[in-house]
C-alpha cells in the first residue's frame, strides 16, 4: 500500500494516451493485478516494483527516493524496466527488445505483464491521434520485445499470445 500511494502521488498528474484519458496510476495498479491474477506471482518485492515500474521513467522520481523507501532489490528491477529518456524514442524502442533476454526474472515478468495491459490497451482504446497502422506497429514491436522475456511464465506468455492476436483480429491485420 505505500507503494500503491507513492506511485499515486507521482503519477497523479498523469493520464493514459487512450481517448478516455484515464488516470496514469489505473496501469501499474492493473500491471500488479496481471502478475497476481494470471502470472500467480506472490513475490511482494517483484509486486511493489511492479507497482512503481513507470515512476523513474514518467516522473520526476530519483533513484535514492525509491531506494531508501523500498530498498536496493526494487529500485534495481524497476531499473531494468525503464528506458533511459536521454535517448531517441527509436533507439529506446530497440534497446527494449535487445535487452529483453538478458533481464532478470523479475524484470521479465513486470515486463510480460506491462506488455499485456499496454496492447490490450491500445487496440480497445488506441490514442486519439494513432492511425491503424501506428496500432499495429506497436503490436508488432511489443510482440517483438516479448519474444526475448519467454521462458519465465507460461500463463503470463500465453495470456500476451492472447491479447495480441486478439488485438490483431481486431485490426483485421493477422
Ligand atoms: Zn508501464
Redesign the pocket.
Known amino acids: 500500500l505505500k507503494a500503491v500511494t507513492f506511485a499515486a502521488k507521482k503519477h497523479e498528474d498523469q493520464r493514459r494516451k487512450g481517448r478516455r484519458q484515464l488516470p496514469y496510476i489505473n ?2 495498479l492493473r ?1 500488479a493485478e496481471i502478475l497476481w491474477d494470471i502470472g500467480g506471482v506472490r513475490d511482494v518485492e517483484i509486486l511493489i516494483a511492479a507497482v512503481l ?2 515512476t523513474l521513467e514518467d516522473t520526476e522520481t530519483k533513484p535514492d527516493e525509491l531506494e531508501r523507501a523500498f530498498g536496493a532489490d526494487v529500485l534495481r528491477t524497476v531499473q531494468e524496466v525503464s528506458d533511459d529518456k536521454s535517448l531517441p524514442k527509436a533507439v529506446r524502442k530497440q534497446l527494449q527488445i535487445d535487452h529483453a533476454p538478458h533481464l532478470s526474472r523479475a524484470a521479465k515478468l513486470i515486463k510480460l505483464a ?1 506488455k499485456i495491459h ?1 496492447v490490450h490497451e491500445v487496440s480497445h482504446e488506441p490514442p486519439a491521434d494513432w492511425p491503424r497502422a501506428r496500432v499495429v506497429a506497436y503490436i508488432d514491436w511489443a510482440d517483438a520485445v516479448v519474444a526475448g522475456l519467454r521462458g519465465v511464465s507460461a500463463p503470463l506468455e500465453t495470456a500476451y499470445d492472447a491479447v495480441s492476436e486478439k488485438a490483431r483480429r481486431k485490426l483485421g491485420s493477422s
Open positions: 496501469h501499474p500491471v515500474h513507470d506491462d499496454n
